[in-house]
């Protein structure tokens, strides 16, 4: 499966979860509601879950393998860390046309 477009849909400051992100493989199937999570260690991805009655999660589309986990995982903190800056950009530039 090739990733063939990322969109970062939301983002946040003051949390650990740093975005909310959509990915489509193939331009054929689109998964939402991918988190960017923030820890002191490092950004990593949670897939979309849902919560059982139990309150226990469970992912609804995961990865199989560690080696797909890593590229998607890769892919999608890149996305998140251009999106960043891209806004940076925009408040830089908008902050000066004063």
Known sequence: MVITDIKVRKTFDESPMKAIVSVTFDNQLAVHDIKVINTKE??????PSRKNPDNTYRDIVHPINAEFRASLE???IEAYEAKLAEETENF???STAE
């Open 74 to 76: 890769k892919a999608v």
């Open 92 to 94: 830089a530039v908008g």
């Open 42 to 47: 490092k950004l990593f991805i949670v897939m």
